[in-house]
């Protein structure tokens, strides 16, 4: 059986090379980069595009002179025409992204926006209702201010910040108090309400507004790329054969 791959003094043969792959989990990873080849194969890139992306690449790895390039290349084994390919293949795939997705950002935006949107809050939790009644008036009387009652009564991490979380993603917070953070004006305080085995008191204090600027665009890019390659990965039915 013919030898495949040389690591140091051990060689593998085509059957362990595929068991390792299969051992280490990797064959899922190299379906995924071929399905992205055939999506870029028939992407053009212009050689300014070409130098350029060789630019940025090599500025992503802090490669800052022409002998600092050719020095890394030498110690990963790699002649700078596999550097070409690398950066090239990124470039491409981001020309990708924006053939088939860049005219829908703007409404896929407006249909993530209530989620994308940021807030500032104060929190106060217990597992006894007459205590979060109490709270809250209090609260309301302005008997003491949130981060007092806080320190003396939330049951949760947010004692040590006197009550205040974020800002936070309104995507990350547990929805229903997303929900009651998303239906209530800046400074308006919440009723106590029970999620789970706590009973909430919230308060909105800042609300940031989330905006389609050049990093949210690509960010939305990458999560229709990635929605996108996930359907095609699990249409995709790939077997190991291995010969006898």
């Known amino acids: 059986m013919s030898t495949v791959l040389q690591v140091n003094e051990r060689t593998f043969a085509t059957d362990e090379v595929l068991s390792l792959l299969t051992q280490y989990q990797l064959v899922p990873q190299l379906v995924r980069e071929m399905v992205i080849d055939k999506a870029i194969a028939d992407i053009e890139c212009t050689p300014e595009e070409t130098k350029l992306a060789c630019q940025l690449l090599a500025k992503e790895y802090q490669l800052s002179c022409a002998q600092i390039l050719k020095e890394w290349l030498q110690k990963n084994g790699m002649e700078f025409q596999q550097f070409e390919t690398i950066a ?3 470039l491409k795939l981001e020309k990708f992204k924006h053939m088939k997705w860049g005219s ?3 409404s896929y935006f407006l249909q993530r926006k209530p989620m994308l949107n940021r807030v500032v809050f104060s929190l106060l939790r217990t597992s006894n ?20 009652l806080a320190r003396k009564y939330t049951e949760g991490p947010e004692a040590e910040t006197d009550g205040l979380v974020g800002p936070v993603e309104l995507q990350t917070i547990y929805p229903s108090l997303a929900k009651i ?37 690509q960010r939305l890019l990458n999560e229709l790329f990635h929605r996108w390659l996930q359907e095609q990965l699990t249409a995709i039915n790939w077997q190991i054969f291995q010969e006898c």
């Open 88 to 90: 090239v293949r990124r």
């Open 104 to 106: 829908d950002i703007e």
């Open 129 to 148: 209702l007459d205590i979060a009644q109490e709270l809250c008036f209090r609260l309301q009387e302005k008997e003491e201010s949130f981060a007092q």
């Open 181 to 217: 953070l998303s239906s209530i004006q800046p400074q308006q305080l919440s009723p106590p309400i029970q999620i789970d085995k706590w009973i909430v008191i919230v308060r909105l204090e800042k609300l940031l507004v989330a905006k389609l600027d050049r990093p949210m665009r």
